[in-house]
């Protein structure tokens, strides 16, 4: 069993864990800032974000960030001069904005919304999956998703998979040259896991962070299970990171409804196990 260690606490509630430049990166969603993480667990709070809450980013292939804004129907661009833009406009889509975010090798941008105000108490909808093009040109290209959470981009850049939260599967689509989605299949029928934020290796499995099960978990197209990493607490987004891409980092905390967006004394981990298969695909290549 692959040994935890804690990279960084003192975080209330992170998720949208993402690798690039050399360090770890998460938005703490209680704080409404965006950490850089080093895996010696220095913490630097991203500054130049102006009245931006992030709830999830990633980053165009010529490195300018891409931000979602909580609560809001719009992906902002950092540009490389630290100026932010609207890089789409989403109100016609989603005007309650959006909750994942990821980047392929060809600049374009999947985001995914829910459907529906999970905090306000609203009744849950089956969600849609959006398409930005790099010249922020957006539509819809999935919908029907239940309370769609992490996606990721397999290592050839053919196909897109979505984490179904509740109904305990990922959802796998394949990615047409214009960027559209088609061929919808199941990926991997979970059972009890609760698929949350995911990300691919070089061997084509896919890790997802799991909430209720206080885990991340390993599995193969088709459902096979191959490892298990136990948090502790739940798992709320992973990435895999380090020189060699093999670290697994996982944002865990004990979920505690929407109290833990403000919860005091924060519970919030970035947590790392070292694992045998690197990092590919997308986000953060």
Request: glycine share 10%; no cysteine.
């Given at each position: 069993m692959a040994e935890v260690r804690v990279v960084a606490e003192g975080i209330v509630m992170g998720e949208s864990v993402r690798w690039h430049d050399g360090r770890a990166w998460l938005c703490d969603w209680g704080?409404?800032?965006?950490?850089a993480v080093d895996l010696d667990g220095t913490v630097?709070?991203?500054p130049d974000l102006g009245d931006v809450v992030p709830w999830t980013v990633d980053w165009l292939p010529d490195g300018r960030l891409l931000v979602v804004p909580r609560g809001e129907p719009r992906l902002v661009r950092v540009e490389a001069d630290g100026r932010l833009a609207t890089h789409a406009d989403l109100a016609a889509l989603a005007p309650g904005g959006c909750n994942e975010l990821v980047v392929d090798g060809r600049g374009n941008a999947y985001l995914n919304a829910i459907g529906y105000d999970m905090l306000a108490g609203e009744a849950p909808t089956t969600g849609t999956v959006l398409l930005v093009t790099p010249d922020g040109s957006a539509r819809q290209v999935a919908d029907d998703v239940h309370f769609p959470n992490g996606m990721a981009v397999t290592p050839d850049g053919s196909t897109l998979v979505v984490a179904e939260s509740h109904a305990n599967r990922l959802t796998a689509f394949t990615i047409e040259a214009d960027g559209s989605l088609?061929?919808?299949?199941?990926?991997?029928?979970m059972g009890t896991g609760t698929p949350d934020g995911i990300c691919t290796d070089a061997e084509g499995a896919i890790w997802y962070?799991?909430?209720p099960n206080a885990c991340c978990t390993r599995v193969l197209d088709g459902g096979e299970v191959?490892?298990?990493v136990p948090l502790g607490r739940g798992g709320f987004s992973c990435a895999l990171g380090g020189p060699d891409r093999r670290t697994l980092l996982a944002a865990a905390t004990t979920w505690r409804g929407a109290e833990t967006f403000t919860a005091s004394p924060p519970a919030g981990r970035l947590l790392a196990a070292d694992v045998e298969v690197a990092a590919a695909g997308w986000p953060s290549p």
């Open positions: 704080a409404g800032t965006l950490l630097e709070v991203v088609s061929g919808r299949r199941p990926w991997a029928e962070a799991d909430v191959t490892q298990v």
